[in-house]
């Protein structure tokens, strides 16, 4: 019998001859799924998906750029094809957004990172600047956080303390320090400091050290601090977040003999009547007090000024030298035409319209506060129908 190869031996036997299949994927590839996973986990927690719109949070609302670009690429489609089991994909056409037909790899990899408007965390745009990409480029190589459980939950702590005032942004610059445990914004998205290394001289002769950098899309980088600071002045949205005992927002210091006459209070309303759970977001108490919150809001539950619910305070604002009666009187003149149109009945069967609530977005009533500050508020209204603070006509 003549001698046969290994092939027509296996050939003879039956055995089919299959080379085993690679599963890599590029780099570039590996931020799609991340981020196309991200999007995935959104809707399994809150069961739809990301949408636009300013009363969105900052995450969903970057989340739903994203898809909008991954359901733009056709690249992307058949990318995620296999993975996508909640047919993301395949939803409902959406209006075009920049021409990403002309975006090369780079712009693309910017814009699935997310994006973020010169004004702050709460605007939005769909491509970055080619300066903002170089600066992305300067951040060491991220890698996936394998023990980003520990830090999810600061994350979310974070972004809630956002959105209820606790937090605010303010424009990286004045203050250029980083230390264990700060939060920044910096390409869109949230930053965290876990580590912090010994301090050595730089080659220029200024202060460095190594850091390791959490990022909210649950991968980590491992950078040298300046370069932190330099992609953090470069980012026009970049952004570091106050720490929540950040103090007093009308004045950190007071002159001599000024007094603390009060505090302004937002409040959010438990209340499970289906208007206000339909629209809690929205629903905000807006008033001014010389004693202590909580005390003001101790019997919330049994008192028809707040909507017989209790309550939660989702910002407030130390007072130094002004009229409490006089500045209550001036939100009520503002938002006079979001007031709260509901009767509720008392505990003795008596219908009572509450005063003092408005169907005001919080981050408005933060801006308000803003321009009581700077005296800028003067012939200002809100207008419910661009939900935004407008000039009275002269």
Request: one cysteine or more; charged letters at 30%; aromatic letters at 8%.
């Amino acid at each position: 019998m003549p001698k046969l190869s290994d092939d027509e031996l296996l050939d003879a036997l039956g055995v089919d001859q299959e080379v085993a299949k690679t599963n890599s994927h590029s780099p570039r590839e590996e931020r799609m799924i991340a981020g196309f996973a991200e999007i995935q986990r959104f809707v399994e927690r809150y069961g739809r998906a990301p949408q636009h719109g300013e009363d969105n949070d900052v995450f969903e609302r970057l989340y739903a750029v994203r898809l909008d670009c991954l359901r733009e690429q056709e690249e992307c489609r058949v990318l995620l094809a296999s993975l996508d089991y909640q047919e993301l994909l395949n939803g409902a056409e959406i209006a075009p957004v920049d021409p990403v037909e002309s975006m090369d790899d780079d712009d693309l990899l910017a814009e699935l990172e997310g994006a973020a408007g010169p004004s702050g965390i709460t605007e939005l745009r769909h491509v970055r600047s080619r300066a903002e990409i170089q600066t992305a480029e300067e951040i060491a190589k991220r890698e996936k956080c394998e023990d980003f459980g520990r830090f999810r939950p600061l994350f979310e702590q974070a972004e809630r303390e956002l959105n209820s005032g606790v937090r605010q942004t303010r424009p990286f610059g004045k203050d250029a320090s980083i230390n264990t445990g700060n939060f920044f914004i910096l390409g869109g998205q949230l930053v965290y400091v876990a580590e912090k290394g010994d301090e050595f001289k730089a080659p220029n002769g200024h202060p460095d050290a190594r850091l390791r950098v959490i990022y909210s899309n649950g991968t980590e980088s491992n950078l040298l601090l300046r370069s932190l600071q330099r992609a953090l002045y470069k980012d026009e949205a970049g952004r570091r977040l106050t720490e929540p005992d950040a103090g007093p927002l009308f004045s950190v210091t007071w002159d001599e003999g000024n007094v603390e006459s009060g505090t302004i209070y937002v409040l959010r309303s438990l209340s499970n009547h289906p208007f206000v759970a339909e629209h809690r977001k929205l629903i905000h108490k807006i008033g001014v007090t010389g004693g202590k919150v909580e005390t003001r809001i101790a019997n919330a539950a049994h008192d028809a000024t707040y909507l017989l619910a209790d309550v939660e305070v989702v910002a407030s604002y130390k007072l130094a030298g002004i009229n409490r009666m006089k500045l209550e009187g001036v939100f009520h003149r503002i938002f006079a035409p979001a007031q709260l149109d509901l009767t509720i009945h008392d505990r003795f069967g008596r219908p009572v319209r509450p005063k003092e609530w408005f169907l005001v977005p919080l981050h408005v009533i933060d801006e308000a506060v803003q321009r009581i500050r700077d005296g800028s508020i003067t012939n200002m209204v809100y207008d419910p129908k661009t939900a935004s603070l407008v000039g009275l006509a002269q």
